[in-house]
């Protein structure tokens, strides 16, 4: 069928994350991921102990570099690993493995200037918690925008607090909109992550976690997977059966729903999650990522549907 959705060249019916650098910057532009040894809130002890109920001790982030090794290391070790395959492609540093603002604004300073105009990059990308963005934060970020393409990443997974207690969020719906829109009022682009699968979440609770997100002014989004991995609290609610994944069919079909209800405008940076063949217990199939992608591309063409197709319905 021809694909007539506005904000793609090609088979796409969403606003992928290539399509948006492409336009933007023209050309292929690769995030490195980055681990800078932070910690994160509910771990520590500051809001509770454990972590999320799904995140490895790596703290989401598997494909970042080793904390041991200095950060410019690591970056330079990223970009060797994909200059083969994409040998003119521009960098983004990708702040990832656990709550990259979780530290007073001297030690963040440290980490992010030296990637802020690094020659070969296009900005920087920031993950954090919407609980761990003060105003003195907030207001340095704000800098880093005036100089650079600043992205920061807000990890929610879902607007209901009561999947948030159960997955050991500690922090509350109300605290991500609040964050959102400080971020917005300072010219700082938004990307939210969300999660399909969460336990005891239907399928009526992930797309009304879509409405509300849409209804907030945020720029791009990520929706994952639940995979469950060793060594979590989750897996071992897996292991005790207190856990059902997703079906790939199940999964496919929530993710069109959702596309349906975003914003056509919104980049969707992410469209499935990829955990560590290592270390997954399930769902198995979610390791065949190309597979699963082209299971939504193929069920958007059979609906004839796009992006947006029912937003604000």
């Given at each position: 069928m021809k694909n007539s959705f506005?904000?793609?060249?090609?088979?796409?019916?969403?606003?992928?994350?290539?399509?948006?650098?492409?336009?933007?910057?023209?050309g292929r532009v690769v995030k490195i991921p980055l681990n800078a040894g932070f910690t994160c809130p509910n771990i520590d002890g500051l809001r509770g102990r454990g972590g999320c109920t799904y995140c490895?001790?790596?703290?989401?982030?598997?494909?970042?570099?080793?904390?041991?090794?200095?950060?410019?290391?690591?970056?330079?070790?990223?970009?060797?690993?994909?200059?083969?395959?994409?040998?003119?492609?521009?960098?983004?540093?990708?702040?990832?493995?656990?709550?990259?603002?979780y530290?007073?604004?001297?030690?963040?300073?440290?980490?992010?200037?030296?990637?802020?105009?690094?020659?070969?990059?296009?900005?920087?990308s920031i993950a954090t918690r919407a609980?761990?963005?003060?105003?003195?934060?907030?207001?340095?970020?704000?800098?880093?925008?005036?100089?650079?393409?600043?992205?920061?990443?807000?990890?929610?997974?879902?607007?209901?607090?009561?999947?948030?207690?159960?997955?050991?969020?500690?922090?509350?719906y109300a605290e991500f909109q609040a964050a959102v829109r400080a971020l917005h009022e300072r010219g700082i682009r938004v990307c939210v992550h969300l999660i399909d699968g969460l336990p005891e979440e239907d399928r009526a609770m992930m797309l009304e976690t879509v409405r509300r997100v849409a209804a907030e002014p945020i720029d791009a989004i990520k929706l994952h997977l639940l995979y469950i991995i060793a060594g979590t609290e989750m897996g071992r609610q897996y292991q005790a059966g207190l856990v059902r994944p997703l079906t790939q069919e199940e999964y496919v079909a929530i993710v069109c729903d959702q596309?349906?209800?975003?914003?056509?405008?919104?980049?969707?940076?992410?469209?499935?999650?990829?955990?560590?063949?290592?270390?997954?217990?399930?769902?198995?199939?979610?390791?065949?990522?190309?597979?699963v992608m082209n299971a939504i591309d193929k069920e958007m063409a059979r609906r004839d549907s796009w992006q947006g197709r029912k937003w604000g319905e």
């Amino acid at each position: 069928m021809k694909n007539s959705f506005l904000y793609s060249d090609t088979n796409k019916r969403y606003h992928t994350l290539d399509y948006a650098n492409r336009r933007r910057y023209g050309g292929r532009v690769v995030k490195i991921p980055l681990n800078a040894g932070f910690t994160c809130p509910n771990i520590d002890g500051l809001r509770g102990r454990g972590g999320c109920t799904y995140c490895s001790s790596q703290g989401s982030g598997e494909h970042a570099g080793d904390p041991a090794l200095p950060l410019m290391e690591q970056y330079r070790r990223g970009i060797e690993a994909t200059r083969s395959k994409w040998p003119e492609a521009r960098y983004i540093p990708y702040f990832q493995a656990h709550t990259n603002t979780y530290a007073p604004v001297e030690v963040l300073r440290r980490c992010f200037e030296p990637f802020v105009g690094l020659e070969g990059t296009v900005g920087l990308s920031i993950a954090t918690r919407a609980d761990c963005l003060p105003p003195e934060t907030l207001d340095y970020l704000a800098t880093i925008a005036d100089r650079t393409d600043l992205t920061v990443e807000l990890g929610l997974q879902s607007a209901f607090d009561t999947t948030g207690e159960r997955i050991n969020r500690c922090h509350s719906y109300a605290e991500f909109q609040a964050a959102v829109r400080a971020l917005h009022e300072r010219g700082i682009r938004v990307c939210v992550h969300l999660i399909d699968g969460l336990p005891e979440e239907d399928r009526a609770m992930m797309l009304e976690t879509v409405r509300r997100v849409a209804a907030e002014p945020i720029d791009a989004i990520k929706l994952h997977l639940l995979y469950i991995i060793a060594g979590t609290e989750m897996g071992r609610q897996y292991q005790a059966g207190l856990v059902r994944p997703l079906t790939q069919e199940e999964y496919v079909a929530i993710v069109c729903d959702q596309l349906e209800l975003l914003p056509p405008q919104v980049v969707v940076e992410r469209i499935t999650g990829d955990g560590e063949e290592a270390t997954l217990l399930a769902p198995l199939w979610s390791l065949h990522k190309r597979r699963v992608m082209n299971a939504i591309d193929k069920e958007m063409a059979r609906r004839d549907s796009w992006q947006g197709r029912k937003w604000g319905e």
